[in-house]
């Protein structure tokens, strides 16, 4: 177990070399080690400056699987549940089976997605549990024994909400629409004309969920709220990440 201490030597060597890897050798630990602390403190920080502009009330966090994001949210935000992205989760689980008995397991898996209501999704996680472990795929079972809490945080909100809920395949479609219109670009003269053609992505598609076609909107996603959280004070949370 890495004290406080040694976590902060491991990043202070990082930002002088460089690289996970010379880090790495500095402090007698491994490049991964180092990638996780450094990807971490960013994702802390980042949350942390939501925190500090007024970001409150956040019930749930909907993001891939990463140990940044996830040390951030129970951090800074301590009150909201996360969401495993369930599209990023299929793929992982993909790249665990062999191609012929994928659409089997997907099936399967798929299937405990489409229930309708909280009780009937656990009760059908169980039963594909016992279905895989039947037919010898018991490293699939324990894949989604480990990932159950994370995959179905969703169940805990209102049903109608779950299909919007579940991943963030938005997000990443918005991601691949600046990827695509940047890389038609090319070439940047500078940061300032990346971020006016970012902003200028993001402003469209604001005005297109406004107006045309809204993913969500404000009465949707107060509806779907099911506490009401306190508002936290950001310093103990940016003290906590920055250590």
């Given at each position: 177990?890495?004290?406080?201490?040694?976590?902060?030597?491991i990043?202070?060597?990082?930002?002088?070399?460089?690289?996970?890897r010379?880090?790495?050798?500095s402090?007698?630990?491994t490049?991964?080690?180092?990638?996780?602390?450094?990807?971490?403190?960013?994702s802390g920080q980042?949350?942390?400056?939501?925190?500090?502009?007024g970001?409150s009330?956040?019930?749930?966090?909907?993001?891939v699987a990463?140990?940044?994001?996830?040390a951030?949210?129970?951090t800074?935000?301590?009150?909201?549940?996360?969401?495993r992205?369930g599209t990023?989760?299929m793929?992982?689980l993909?790249s665990?089976?062999?191609?012929?008995?994928?659409?089997?397991?997907?099936?399967?898996?798929?299937?405990i997605?489409?229930?309708?209501?909280?009780?009937?999704?656990?009760?059908?996680l169980?039963e594909?549990?016992?279905?895989?472990?039947?037919?010898?795929?018991n490293?699939?079972?324990?894949y989604?024994?480990?990932?159950?809490?994370?995959?179905?945080?969703?169940?805990?909100f209102a049903t109608?909400?779950?299909?919007?809920?579940?991943s963030?395949?938005?997000q990443?479609?918005?991601?691949?629409?600046i990827?695509?219109?940047?890389d038609?670009?090319?070439?940047f003269?500078?940061?300032?004309?990346?971020i006016r053609?970012g902003?200028?992505?993001?402003?469209?598609?604001?005005?297109?969920?406004?107006?045309?076609?809204?993913?969500?909107?404000?009465?949707?996603l107060?509806?779907?709220?099911i506490h009401?959280?306190p508002?936290?004070d950001?310093?103990?949370?940016m003290?906590?990440?920055?250590?």
């Amino acid at each position: 177990m890495l004290t406080v201490r040694k976590k902060m030597e491991i990043r202070e060597a990082y930002q002088e070399v460089g690289t996970y890897r010379r880090a790495a050798e500095s402090r007698a630990t491994t490049p991964k080690t180092v990638k996780r602390l450094v990807e971490g403190a960013k994702s802390g920080q980042r949350s942390c400056s939501l925190v500090a502009r007024g970001l409150s009330g956040v019930e749930l966090v909907i993001s891939v699987a990463h140990g940044g994001i996830e040390a951030a949210i129970a951090t800074v935000l301590a009150y909201a549940s996360w969401q495993r992205c369930g599209t990023q989760f299929m793929a992982n689980l993909a790249s665990r089976v062999q191609r012929g008995n994928w659409p089997m397991i997907a099936a399967l898996v798929r299937s405990i997605f489409e229930q309708s209501d909280e009780e009937a999704t656990w009760s059908k996680l169980g039963e594909v549990i016992d279905k895989v472990t039947t037919a010898g795929f018991n490293d699939v079972a324990v894949y989604l024994i480990d990932a159950a809490d994370d995959i179905l945080a969703f169940g805990s909100f209102a049903t109608e909400h779950w299909p919007k809920i579940r991943s963030n395949n938005p997000q990443e479609r918005l991601n691949k629409e600046i990827c695509r219109r940047t890389d038609v670009v090319g070439i940047f003269p500078n940061r300032q004309a990346v971020i006016r053609l970012g902003g200028a992505i993001l402003a469209e598609q604001t005005d297109e969920w406004a107006i045309a076609k809204r993913y969500m909107s404000a009465e949707w996603l107060e509806a779907g709220r099911i506490h009401d959280l306190p508002v936290c004070d950001p310093k103990p949370a940016m003290e906590a990440a920055a250590g």
